[in-house]
């Protein structure tokens, strides 16, 4: 798959979660970003506002991790402020596209 | 599929999130087959002999057991989780993480996946551990350790 056929394969998984977690901001990052063709992973993080939805997102990505080889990454913001994952590791987001930058969580 | 072929040098479960049981890792190996996922399988396949490859975190998890001189035996459930025997000790549950960074998410999911376990060894070296990893270990009755804690707590009750 092309990283644009992933990147709409996911975009529909997102759209669909978004009804019952709000907020939540989809990133791909790793090996996919360099080459989608020869990726043995798609390494997917979701940024969750707790650890409910974080419950929920990994529960409606059950099917989606059959038909593709996601290696899930699903994080709080909490954790994620910890972490500093994000921008250390040079994310990709996909969704949404129209939403304050990471940057901001740092911050407080 | 092992009882009709014996041609077969690696078994790789694809599906990304999926495991192995410990019965079916046995086998494999009495079958003289290589196991694994299929990232696995890409590096079996550069491997001379594909069915001797061996995962190296897990190579080396069994070897620093092995070595430990508390430990008397060590069963394994599921590919991440083993049941490591102690003399003079209780038995203690261990499942193997290697995520870069450990997250609340990745012990709970272990929890679904392997049911009950007494310890988190979070063999990724580079990575790290978040306040709610810990905090959800602990509630589910477990700690997580790296390898130089997880060697000393094995000489502990």
């Known amino acids: 798959m092309t990283l644009d056929e992933i990147t709409r394969a996911l975009l529909l998984d997102a759209s669909r979660i978004a009804t019952q977690v709000t907020d939540a901001e989809w990133y791909l990052f790793g090996s996919v970003l360099r080459s989608a063709d020869l990726a043995a992973d798609i390494d997917v993080l979701v940024l969750c506002n707790s650890h409910e939805d974080v419950t929920h997102v990994r529960a409606s990505l059950t099917d989606r991790c059959v038909s593709l080889p996601l290696h899930l990454f699903l994080v709080t913001r909490q954790e994620e402020r910890e972490l500093g994952f994000i921008a250390g590791q040079g994310c990709m987001r996909i969704y949404p596209l129209d939403f304050p930058p990471v940057s901001d969580y740092y911050s407080g | ?157």
């Open chain 2, 1 to 157: 599929m092992l009882g009709t072929r014996q041609d077969i040098e690696f078994i790789a479960n694809i599906p990304r999130e999926s495991l192995w049981t410990g019965d079916a890792i046995q086998a494999a190996i009495r079958h003289r087959a290589a196991w694994g996922s299929f990232r696995d399988l890409f590096s079996a396949t550069a491997d001379e002999n594909p069915n001797k490859w061996e995962n190296r975190e897990f190579a080396f998890f069994e070897r620093v057991l092995r070595q430990h001189d508390r430990v008397t035996n060590v069963e394994r459930e599921f590919d991440r989780k083993y049941v490591v025997r102690r003399e003079a000790l209780p038995s203690v549950s261990v499942v193997l993480l290697n995520e870069y960074d450990l997250t609340a998410d990745h012990v709970r999911t272990a929890r679904d996946r392997y049911g009950r376990f007494d310890i988190v060894f979070h063999s990724n070296p580079n990575g790290g551990i978040t306040s709610d990893a810990t905090d959800a270990a602990e509630s589910l009755g477990a700690h997580v350790y790296m390898l130089s804690d997880l060697l000393r707590q094995l000489n502990r009750p």
